[in-house]
């Protein structure tokens, strides 16, 4: 019986998570309503406070769970991901979900956002994902792998904010080949 309740309860927090990822990706999070989410998720709005406290615990679980997929991204086993790493980027930005980077980045950098300090979090773990996969020695002598992190990560999030805004004007397969002659042959 107490499985069956876990379950259910572990059930009711994946689809909310999973409804205001899709949410707060469409109308952005201060846009979002509890209601919104929980008519998504066909859940008692009053499940969010139980399971998340708030609208920014949620916030935190559904970019805890993006975290997670660009984490698993970078430490899948060599011989269960793409040899190419940007085959994998690039599919990850034309996921529907991930145009929650993009509006939550709008909010992020407004100096009073509540969500400033979780932003920050993904971006850290995109460039540890980056950096994971650069082999120092295949870099132009005087690059610093954190900054080359760094410029990589700048340069795949404009990209995908490009994309996001006109999807006619930028070429993401052009794009991927154009990053694949550009990037150091040493990024694993």
């Given amino acids: 019986m107490a499985t069956r309740r876990i379950q259910r309860t572990e059930e009711s927090r994946r689809l909310l998570v999973t409804a205001a990822a899709e949410l707060f990706a469409e109308k952005g999070y201060r846009q979002t309503s509890f209601i919104d989410i929980a008519d998504k998720a066909g859940i008692s709005r009053g499940s ?8 920014l615990g949620l916030l935190e679980a559904v ?12 430490a899948s086993p060599a011989e269960e991901r793409s040899s190419d790493p940007l085959d994998q980027v690039m599919g ?13 980045l709008a909010e992020a950098v407004e100096g009073d ?13 995109l460039r540890e994902a980056v950096q994971a996969r650069i082999s ?12 080359f992190a760094v410029v990589l990560v700048g340069a795949l999030i404009g990209v995908h904010a490009q ?9 993401l397969d052009a ?13 694993k």
């Fill in 48 to 55: 969010i406070p139980w399971h998340f406290g708030n609208k």
């Fill in 63 to 74: 970019i805890d769970d993006q975290i997670q997929v660009v984490l698993t991204l970078s």
């Fill in 92 to 104: 990850f930005i034309r996921l529907p979900v991930t145009r929650l980077f993009i509006t939550l």
């Fill in 113 to 125: 956002s509540p969500i400033r300090e979780h932003y920050a979090r993904l971006h850290a773990a």
């Fill in 136 to 147: 120092e020695e295949a870099l132009p002598a005087g690059t610093v792998p954190e900054a």
């Fill in 163 to 171: 994309w996001r805004v006109a999807p006619e004007a930028v070429d």
């Fill in 175 to 187: 794009v991927h080949a154009t990053l694949r002659v550009l990037l150091p042959e040493g990024l």
